[in-house]
């Protein structure tokens, strides 16, 4: 499919895959390089939910995500497989090749019946094993895999010493596992061979501790929410990791979310959606949640799960500081268990396990899940 200017700036009522790959294509012209966090949220009673509990575990609020989404890629966790499609510059598809999927998805080499949860972000791929590995293939220019190399994987490779992962999440720069113990490690960013440079094998963050709930953003930047309550973040400050450091105003927050502003949001005990910057401290509320049970964020935006639907809100920092940010119900033709975001695209797994993407690059109105994926059951 060729695509004009003048599809840039529109979604498009759709099926099918050429559209699916439209809306990748359409964020890697507006910002390259693919910029934004994955997270995703999971709805009440998916299988993975249970997967991700037992004796001795952490059982993380979400559950095992089975979408994931980047700013040109897109993943589906399936019973007969784990399918990719679109772009694949870097091998970030796992199919043994770096050749785009852009009409059709693509069966990774890796055993759907071993993964319990997925995620992505630029140029790349991970899944985490139910038996606590961890996988990643496509761009490691930074060590973001894991295998103490730089060499990007076409196919998948273990992180380097993770055995017991109980929660999963990247940014386009790094990777970070919630263990067994409540303990955090991270591994990535680091760009060349100086020892203060990130990490190419996992390395335990100081003061994340206690976590039951692990949320990325960019650049190195994660946030975690502890069982007493408070909720921690760290980030990669001049090649090193910082320790896990609280935010006050998130206390006792039931869902966290990390955007790509460095900017941490959290439904706090008031039943408000609090917006902190990390960068220069100031606390912004989106509104009343409502009684949302999940966050999860984009480039522009935060979403909300609530128990009547979904509602989104603009997160630009200048926006909020000066406006606030007024609430945008998603319009829907049933309900989605998950929705990731990936830079300015998204994806939703829907009630009857169909997959749906939306661009959503707008910050004045919510993503418009029209376009549909098809893919085997």
């Not at 089975?66 to 990719?84: E, M, N």
């Not at 990007?152 to 055995?163: E, F, I």
């Not at 500081?321 to 945008?328: Q, V």
Request: hydrophobic share 40%; with cysteine.
């Amino acid at each position: 499919m060729i695509v004009s200017d003048s599809n840039l700036s529109r979604s498009l009522p759709i099926e099918g895959w050429d559209v699916a790959h439209l809306a990748a294509m359409r964020i890697s012209t507006l910002i390259g390089w693919g910029l934004g966090a994955i997270l995703v949220s999971c709805g009440d009673g998916s299988p993975a939910h249970e997967e991700a509990g037992g004796a001795g575990s952490v059982a993380a609020d979400g559950g095992g995500r089975r979408i994931a989404a980047s700013a040109s890629h897109g993943c589906a966790l399936r019973g007969s497989g784990l399918y990719c499609w679109g772009d694949n510059f870097v091998g970030q598809l796992g199919t043994g090749d770096t050749t785009d999927a852009p009409e059709r998805p693509v069966k990774a080499q890796i055993a759907a019946g071993d993964v319990a949860e997925i995620a992505a972000d630029s140029g790349r791929t991970c899944a985490r094993r139910k038996n606590g590995e961890v996988a990643c293939w496509g761009d490691n220019a930074q060590g973001q895999i894991g295998d103490g190399t730089r060499d990007n994987a076409s196919t998948p490779l273990n992180a380097g010493g993770v055995r017991d992962a109980r929660q999963l999440a990247i940014d386009d720069v790094s990777s970070c596992v919630l263990h067994a113990d409540r303990t955090v490690s991270c591994w990535g960013a680091s760009p060349d061979d100086e020892a203060t440079s990130g990490s190419l094998i996992a390395r335990p963050i100081a003061g994340a501790q206690d976590v039951i709930d692990l949320r990325g953003g960019v650049r190195g930047t994660y946030c975690a929410r502890t069982q007493a309550g408070p909720v921690h973040c760290w980030r990669l400050q001049d090649g090193v990791w910082s320790a896990a450091l609280e935010v006050p105003s998130l206390a006792g927050a039931r869902s966290v979310a990390v955007t790509f502003q460095d900017e941490v949001c959290g439904i706090v005990p008031s039943d408000a959606i609090v917006c902190h910057n990390l960068d220069s401290g100031h606390d912004g509320t989106l509104g009343t949640s409502q009684g949302a049970l999940e966050l999860v964020s984009g480039l522009l935006s935060v979403c909300a799960r609530k128990t009547s639907g979904w509602s989104c809100w603009n997160v630009l920092p200048s926006m909020l500081e000066l406006f606030g940010s007024a609430e945008i119900p998603l319009s829907l033709e049933m309900p989605l268990l998950e929705v990731a975001i990936g830079g300015l695209n998204a994806c939703a797994l829907r009630a009857d396990q169909s997959v749906v993407c939306a661009d959503a690059s707008s910050i004045s109105s919510a993503p418009n899940f029209a376009m549909h994926v098809e893919l085997p059951p």
